[in-house]
């Protein structure tokens, strides 16, 4: 019975849960650690120090877009788990590949920090987004498929988790091929895409009328 | 029917909670790492280690405020959540942006503590708090627009949560408005009302009467 | 109604158990950041590695005595609030106390890695267990006076509790005391008592016989 | 009485769980703080980012496979834990130790990533896994021992862990042993060892036919 150990492995959807929970909290508090402010040595009066600090924009944008591509993705695999019932070591596998995405997200954010202006540096971090995405995308077609949904999830639901992912993706893929025209278009595209997705304003707007 | 996805997103406050305390843990833990420690070969006797200790005063106190102003604001979310009964995308969104401004306290304090003489680092300090408070009284008054209080609470509690924020922010922007007079007046004031709040000798007095 | 805040804040212990966990879980994992490695630069052979690792010493010693400290306070932690039925906003305040000098350990093991024949460094990393055992104390006692502790605790184990802090804070105290000789004999004594009570030798002596 | 407190210690097994994730969740994300990216000084056009970036091969493979190892270790300890119903201090003790090694895997990881043609170097992280996994097979022993396994955990199932194990260690042995060709061979071999821990090709083979 050599396959035994692969049953009994990954039952845990709370344990999985606290981890995920662990990383995406440190991923979000390391984005700040990249982020230097001047030393006292360098500014010698107040509008020197806000100067220095206004400075600072590249890395002020590309923290706050990591915050909010963090923050989206941790609800989105929230909401998924969430409608999971079972625990497999597939699934399990499949959310550690999600998870390690997650923590190169602070390298690819440095990365971009550093060379903002670079097509390269964008891609990479758009190709980031996209595993993640892509790991999220695999771990719900797997429950599907395996069986692990919960019984009570509507049938909607099912199908709007994937549709979602797509769109989402499709979206953050057409303002990576921004960068053709040049980096900028392309940041302010992504987070205008984000910004839509946290804030949900065509929500409110429903809402309203 | 567009918005099910949102409708569905954000159920769990207890992954909410967990992503907070990690949150809240690293930042806690964080702020030790800025304090520069002089190396072995600055110091050559007892004497000397101890004045190098003595004289990282700045980082000292900004250190232990910034620890004083994670542990109030951890407890206030806390005690929000704990009367929260259910969880939805606005108020997970909510509690992002809060948590947002909780991964920027290191970076705020390690500002106050190179430049503590310098009136606008203590506003971006005050700032800082200011946005947690914005945060909290948001998440409470969305909570309690959007019928998501638990039932069982009781209405003195529902009013004392968005008073005890207006009043605590109110002493915070007085103790800042006091850098006019100098950084150091208002520091003190801040950590005065820090500590009030914490060790709360109004209580201890009233139980003694 | 002025103290009603104070009433219902800090309620949920398992947000305390959660903070505490990611608190010490960093602490555990930062103290290895301040291992510094030799780079490729300075090192030409595998035997100028070893030596290289061999020659961290101090380094190695004040790591594994701080990573045996955090896991000592972390289970007494844990014994106590497994003991405790109700949460106060004393209690909280008590165990931030508690998790503000287990922030710092890492700092003092910084400390005395650096300056490991200075008798000040080596006092002040007890000065930190010593508030450690001092805040553990108080909410045991601060729990036992307000009526927190569940009802099932049997009288030895309330009275246990106290007596172990009381017991474990003296041999500190005797082997801090002994850097009157030197330091080394110091730690030296640390460690003997912090490995009686990891692995209880005592307790495997008495099952033996 | 004096093994009293011995015997109340360590019965939490939920927060010995959240101590791990915590734990690994820090030294996962830690890996990637080792990756040092070019700066803006050093690099002059896209082509000379992306040969830079090429250029960090031994820290991408060091990082991947450390990652994949946490992974493992993680997935291993949570199949213990979710078939041991109590824990006792012995327990806790043994976990704090298999923790204290997961905390090293950074600081071996990053050994071998600056040293990765250097044979120490690579036994020091074979070092590292080999007391991952004594530990984890203490553990067992110990909780099959002393009586902490669930009753419905079934007899395959307990001796398909410590099976497990060694099978694991005795390839991990053997992939280090290829160290004497060569350090990449031994890499390789240990890679290869992971991913098919990881992604159990095996399970799929055989779930086709």
Redesign the interface.
């Known amino acids: ?6 049953r ?5 959807l709370e ?1 999985l ?3 995920s ?13 990249d ?1 230097h ?4 040595a360098q ?1 010698h009066s ?1 509008g020197e ?2 100067a220095a ?1 206004g400075g600072l924009g590249p890395q002020w944008i590309a923290w706050g877009m990591s ?1 909010l591509t963090l ?1 989206i993705f ?3 695999q ?2 998924q ?3 999971i019932g079972d625990g497999t ?2 699934l ?2 499949i959310h ?1 590949g999600f ?2 995405a997650v ?2 997200l ?2 690819s954010t ?2 971009l920090a ?2 903002i202006r ?4 964008l891609l ?1 971090y758009w190709l980031n987004i996209l595993i993640m995405g892509a790991m999220l995308y695999c771990s719900w077609a797997h429950a599907t498929h395996a069986g692990l949904v919960k019984d009570d999830t509507p049938d ?2 099912r199908a ?2 994937c549709k ?1 992912i797509l769109i989402a993706q499709s979206l953050y893929a057409g303002g990576a091929a921004l960068c053709a025209i040049n980096t900028w278009v392309s940041i302010g595209a992504i987070v205008l895409v984000q910004l839509n997705f ?3 304003p ?2 409110w707007w ?1 809402k309203e009328h």
Chains 1, 2, 3, 4 share one sequence.
């Open positions: 019975m050599p396959n035994l150990y692969n009994i492995q990954g039952r845990s344990r849960a606290a981890l929970d662990g990383i995406f909290a440190f991923a979000m508090t390391l984005l700040v650690l982020l402010i001047p030393t006292a500014v107040e120090l806000l600090l915050f923050g941790w609800a989105g929230q909401t788990l969430n409608h070591r597939d399990t596998w550690l998870l390690f923590t190169l602070p390298l440095r990365l550093e060379f670079y097509r390269s540096a990479i909607e639901v709007s988790i979602r946290a804030l949900a065509g929500l429903r």
